[in-house]
C-alpha cells in the first residue's frame, strides 16, 4: 500500500487539515477526508461521532477530476438476483458439504494462492488481470433496497432519490464527450428503478438497447429496426423532410433548430457509422465462438466495442439473473460455464486491444447468497439472500490484478478482514475515473446532494481500495 | 461536441434548411398557419398586449381555424381532435362565433377535468413514492379531490382554502395530502412549499426572517398513524401530542404488536410544546399578529393570503394559467415571483388579477377571457425573432407537447394503449387498458416512454420539474423503435383509413386530418401522390430518394408500407410534435 492522498485537496480538506483531528472536522468532512487518505479506516469510524462543531459548509465542489483519470471507460456486470460467492468467487472447500453443496473443490488460478470455484476454469487463467473483493458487505437482503445501496452507496429510504453510478458517471462524463452512442448504455434490458437517473432527470437515462447480441442481427432498439431496409430508411426520412411544412414555414425556429440538431444525432445512429458499433457480424467468427455464443458472451463482445467508441459507462445486466432461491445447483452449473467464458474472454480481449489499462471492468451483484445450503422445502437445496458478505471482481483501470482483498471467515458467512462498503468500491471507481466524490450534483431544487454519501449519512468505510489502486 | 462535428452538423442544418424551402413550392408555407390580415385589437387583453406591441414595431398575425382547432383542443383538453370535429370547425361556416363556441364547449368535457388536474397534480406533487412518499391509496385521494374541484370549477380561494387547512385521513380526505408531498416537513420546508404553490415564489430568493415568520403559521401541525397500513392524521396540533410515541388515532389499540400504548400522553410531553406560550407569526407582506391558542394557525395564514388585496395570491394564479395557455408567463418562469423579476407587462397582469378577484375566482371566467382573446390566437410564425417580442407575446410560441399528451395523441390515431404501471404493488395501482396518460392520477405510475419523454418527476413541485427538451433518445423512439413501428403496423384504426378501395385522396386528406387536424394542401398532395412505386399495380422494391421529387410523377398504387411511410412522417414532424 502506497501512501496518500492521491488527489489534490479540495478547499474544504486543506480548511480540515489545518485544524486538529476530532475537533473541527464534522462527520461529512471526516468521511472525505478519509477517503483520500491512508487514514480513511480511522477517520470514518466512531472516532469522530461525538465532534458538534458546526460544519464548516464547503466551498461548491468542483466537478472537475481532481486527478488525471486512469480509467477512460467502465464495463459494470451487474449480476442481479445475487451470486452465490461461496459457489464462485470465494470456495471454502473445507466448510462440508452443508455449505459447499455440489461443488466440493476449488481450482487453483495462475496466481499463487488464489482459487476459484471449479466452475470457473477460464477465469483461473485470467487472475492476474482481476482482484477479488471477499469482504464485501452493506448487510441489507432485499433485493431493491441492496441494489440501491450497490448502484448509488446511498442509503435506501432517504428522501432524495439518487441517481445510480452509470448515470453519475453520464453526468461528469457528458460534457467532454464526443460520441455518437449515449453516455451511459445498457446491454440489453433495464434493471429495476434503483438503477436510474435518479434527480438527474431524464438525460441522464441509460439507452437500453433491448433485443439479443446473439441473434442473427443485433435489432438495437431505435437504432437497428426489424423489417425496414436501408432503402426505406432513407425514403422515409426524405419524405419527412419534405412534408415538415410547419418546419419550412418556422425556419428560423431555435426550438426546431434544437430538435433538428437532436433527429440528426439519431440518424447518425440509425443510418450512420454510430450502429456499426452494434453490428457484431464486424468482428471475426472466431473472436464471437470465443465469447461464447450465448447472450452473455456477446453482451461481453458489444460492450468491448463500445468502450473502443468511447462510451463512458456500459453496464451488462446478466441476462436470466442470479435469485437462486431453489434450483439453485442446476442453474449454476448452467450459468457459471457461461459467465466464465464471456468475462474471461472479455479481459482478454481488453488487454488485447489495449484497453484493459483504461478500462475498469467490475463484476458483483447486489448481495450474495446464503453460504449454508436451504436443504428445506420449499428451497430444496437453494440459497437465499445474503448481504452480510459476499465477493465483487473489479479489474482494469488501474485495479492491479493478482490480489484478493479482504476475506470472510471459513464458512464465508461474516467478513473476517477488512470490509469493504458500497461507498468503498464505487468511491475507489469514481477516484480512478476522476470523478470527485465529493462533487455536488444538481438537484431541482436545489437540495444538498453528492456523488457519495457522507459519514453523517450513516454511510459505512473501510476505506478506498487503495491496496490494489496502482 | 467538438469543433468539426459542429461545423458538419451546422452544415447539415443549413443543407436542410434551403431544401425545405425550395421544396415549399408554389404557396408560402405561412399560408397554412396564419391569416394574411392583421387583426384590430377588440378585448382589453389584445389592447393591453398590443399597447407594449406597437412600440416594438410589431404587427402580430391570427392563426387560421385548422390551426385553431388543433391548438385549443391541445391546450385546454390535453386530446387530439378527431378528424370528424376538426372537419366540423374547419368548414363551419360561423366564423365570427366558432371560436367561441367551441372554447364553451371544451370548457365542459371530461378530458378538461383530467388534463388540468394532471398540471395541478404536478405542482401539488401527487405521487405515490419516491421522493414524496404519498402511498397509492393517499394519491388516488388526493387526485380524486383534486379532479372533482377542477370539475366542478372549485372557486380558486376555497380550493386553496381547503389545501390549506384540511384536517384528517390522508385516505379519506384528499387534500390533507398537500401536508405530506413535501419533503421536508419541517415548519420552514412546509411555508417554502405553500410559498412556491400559492404566491408563486421561491424562498431560496427571501430574507431569511421573513421565511422564518412565515413558517410559524406551519409549526402546529401533527402528523400521526392510525391502525391502518400507511393512513396519516394531519391536522392541527397545537399540544404536540403526535410528537409523543405510541399515540395513534383513536379506533386501535396499538400500532407495533406487542408494544403497550401509553394509556394517556405523559403530562410533561404533551403540555410543553409549541403553544404554551404565545407565539408571534409575520406575514409575508411583513404584517406581525400574535396567534390566538384557539385557533389553527393555518386558517389565520389562509385567510390572510386570499383576501382580495394580497399582492401575491391572485397574481400568482392569473399568471400561472395565462402561461399554461399562451406558453410564458408575463412574470417569467411563472414561479419566480419576486422583485428583481417583473412583469414584461404590468397592465396586462393587473388586469387578469382584478378580473379574477371580481369574478369571485372564478377560473373558468379566466380560461374564457384568455382563449377568446387574440393573443392567444396569434400565429406561431415568429416575423419578429427578438426576445422582446417573445416578452410581450407577438406570436404563440412553439412548445412540445407534453409527454402524457403526446402519448394519447399516438394512441389515439392509431387506436393503440400503452402499458402504464407502479413500481408499488398495491392493488390501488390498477391501471384499466386504454386509460389515457393524462387521466393518470399518480405520478409513480409511468411508462418508459413518459419517463424518456420528460414527465414532471413531482418532487418540488416547480415547473421546471417537466422537461420538454429534444434529446436524440427521444428520437430514436420516435423515428425508428418498434413501438411506434408496430403501433402503425397493427393499428385497425389506420387500416380503416388506408382501405384501398378509397381513392388516394381520401386517405390523404383523412390521414391529415387525423393527424394534423387540418386539409391537406395542394402541394402536399402532390408529394404524398409522388412517394413510394411509380409504375401502376406493379410493386417496385422500394422508392429511391431522389425519384420522388420528379414533378409531375404517375400516380402508382402505394403499397401499405407506402402508406404507412406517410402516417410515420406525419406523425414525426414538428406539426405533430409541437403545440403551435
Redesign the interface.
Known sequence: MSPQPRIHPHPAYSIGLNLSLGHSINRRDALRLGLFSTAGMLCSSNLLAESTAPPPEPAPAIPTPPRAAKAKSVIQIFLWGGMSHIDTWDPKPDAGYDYMGDFRTAIPTNVDGIQLGELFPNLAKQADKYALIRSMTHRNNGHETAAYLMQTAHAPGERLAYPSVGAVFAHFKSPGYKGLIPPYVVLTQPQGRFCEEGFLGPKMKPFATGSDPNATRFEVEGIVSRGISDTRQVARRELLRKMDTLGAAMAASPQLAAAEEAKQQAYELILGQGRDVFDLTKEKPDLRDRYGRHTFGQDCLAARRLVEAGVPYIVINYPGGWDTHSNHFPTMRRQCPQLDQGLAMLLQDLQDHGLLDTTIVWCCGEFGRGPKVDWQPPWNGGRNHYGNVFTALVAGGGFQGGHVVGSSDKRAEEVQDRPVYPVDLLGSIYALSGIDPNARLPHPMGSEAHVLPAAAEGAKSGGLLTEIMG | ??IA?LIS?LA??AA??A???T??TAE???S??ENPLPPAPVVPIDRLVAANLVPLGIQPLLCTDAVFVRRVYLDVIGTLPSAQEARNFILDADAANKRRVLIDRLLERDEFADLWALRWGDVLRIKAE??VNLWPNAAQAYHRWLRSAIAANMPYDQFTRELLTSSGSNFRVGPVNFYRAI??RKPDGLATAVALTFMGTRT?TWPAERLAGMAVFFSQLGYKPTSEWKEEHVFWDPLGTSTTPGNTVPGRAEITPGTPPPRSPAPEAAREPVASHPQFATFPDGQKIELAPDRDPRQVFAEWLTRPNNPWFARNLANRLWAWLVGRGVIHEPDDIRPDNPPSNPALLAYLEQELVASHYDLKHLYRLILNSQTYQFS???HF?SPAAAANFASY????LDAEVLIDAINKITGASDLYTS?IPEPFTYIPENQPAIALPDGSITSPFL????RS?R??G?L??R?N?????????L????SI?RKLEQSAKLKTILDPSHPPATIIEELYLTILSRFP?PA?VQ??EA?GPQKPSKPA?????GQ?AKPPAPVGVKRR?DWQ??A???L????F??L?
Open positions: 461536441m467538438n462535428c452538423l447539415a442544418m436542410f434548411n431544401a425545405a424551402q421544396d415549399a408560402p408555407a405561412s397554412v398557419f419516491f421522493p419533503q421536508n431560496e406561431s410564425v415568429p425573432p410560441p412553439l412548445r412540445r413500481a419517463a424518456l419523454f420528460g418527476a418532487a418540488t416547480m421546471n420539474e422537461d427538451k429534444p434529446v436524440p433518445a427521444q428520437w430514436l423512439h423515428l425508428n423503435s418498434s413501428q394542401s402536399e408529394t404524398i412517394y422494391p422500394a422508392a429511391k430518394p420522388a408500407e411511410d406517410i410515420w412522417a406525419l414525426n414532424s414538428s406539426e410534435l409541437y403551435h
